[in-house]
C-alpha cells in the first residue's frame, strides 16, 4: 500500500497542496479529481519523489520513502502529463532506449518490449515512426514507458488531455485492461468525471490544494442523498402549468427547457401521481418521467458552488 499524510507544499504564498491525505491499495484504480489548479499534478510530484514536499509523508507499506525514494520508483511507473517521447525513433526503439536508461537486461528487455507493446495495443504499429502516431497512440507508448520495469503502481496525470475522444475511449479501455488482466494498481488523475466514474473504484475530490470528498462512487453520491433530480418531458407545455409547478412547495431548483423540464423533490416522495394529475388539469401530455442518477459533476457543485469545468 502507498499512503500520502499530510501532504503539503507551499510555494512563496500559494498552498498548491493543504495537508493531503490518501492511499492506494494493490490491484485498485483511485481517481483524483479537481479542476484546473487543484494541486493534483503538485501532489503527483511529491507522491513520486520527483518534488520534496513542504511538510508531511510518502509510505510504501508503511515505510517512509522520502530519505529512500528507490524503494519506490522500483514499485512504481509514473506517466507524465506532458509527452516524454523520441518522435524520430519507432515505438519499439523508444521503449529499448528508456529500457537501457532503466539498465534492463538485454533479453530481459527484448521481452519486456514485446509484451509492454501487446499491452498498450501497439503491437502491430511498433516499427512505426513515433511523429507518425496519433496523439492517442503517443499517450499510449507514453503509458508503455513508464511500464517497462513492472511496477505494480502506476500513476497517470491526465493521460487523456488534448486528444480526440476516439483515442481518448482507447486510453480509458487500455487502462481498464491494464488493471484487469495485468492487475496494475493505478492512481489517475483527471478533470473528467465521466472518465473518473468509468475506471474508478475509490474516488479523491481536490479543491484549491484540499481534499474535500472521498469514498467509493456510491459514498460520494450518497453526499447528495437527500434528494432526488426528475427529468419530465411532455409533449408540449404552458406556461400555466410552468407557474403551478413553480408555486408546488416539495418542488425545488426547477429548470424549463422547451418541452423538458427538471426539478429535485426530496428522496422517498413518489411525485409522479401529483405530475399526472397537474399534467391533466392544464391539458399537457407526459412523454416521460427519469429519476436521474447524480453525477460528480453535480457533486462538485454541490460541494463547491463551482462547475467542475468552465
Ligand atoms: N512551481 C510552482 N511555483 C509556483 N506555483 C506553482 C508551481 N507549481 C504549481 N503551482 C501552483 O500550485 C497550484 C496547483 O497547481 P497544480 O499544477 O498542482 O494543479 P493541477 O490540479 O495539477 O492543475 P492542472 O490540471 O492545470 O495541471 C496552482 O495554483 C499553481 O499555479
Known sequence: MIEVVNLTKTFKKVNAVDQVNFYIEPGEIVGLLGPNGAGKSTTIAMLSTLVPP????????????????????????????????????TARENLLFFGNLYKMQKDQLKNRVDTVLQQIGLQHESKKIVKHYSG???????????????????????????????????????VKKLNT????????TSHYMEEVEYLCNRIYIMDKGRIIASGTKD??????????????????HSNDFLS??????????????????????????????TLLTLCEMHHVTLKSYEVKEPTLEDIFLHLTGRALRN
Open 54 to 89: 513542504t511538510s508531511g509523508d510518502v509510505l510504501l507499506q508503511q515505510q517512509s520513502v522520502l530519505k529512500n525514494p528507490a524503494s519506490l520508483r522500483k514499485v512504481l511507473g509514473v506517466v507524465p502529463q506532458e509527452i516524454a517521447l523520441y518522435e524520430e525513433l
Open 136 to 174: 492517442g497512440m503517443k499517450r499510449r507508448l507514453n503509458i508503455g514507458v513508464a511500464m517497462l520495469h513492472e511496477p505494480d503502481y502506476l500513476i497517470m496525470d491526465e493521460p487523456t488531455v488534448g486528444i480526440d475522444p476516439q483515442s481518448r475511449n482507447h486510453i480509458l479501455e487500455t
Open 181 to 188: 488482466e495485468s492487475n496494475k494498481a493505478i492512481i489517475y
Open 219 to 236: 459514498e460520494i453520491k450518497a453526499i447528495l442523498s437527500s434528494e432526488n433530480t426528475i427529468l419530465v418531458k411532455l409533449e408540449k
Open 244 to 273: 403551478e409547478l413553480m408555486s408546488q412547495p416539495l418542488l425545488s431548483n426547477i429548470n424549463a427547457k422547451e418541452a423538458e423540464i427538471s426539478f429535485t423533490v426530496a428522496k422517498g416522495i413518489n411525485y409522479l401521481p
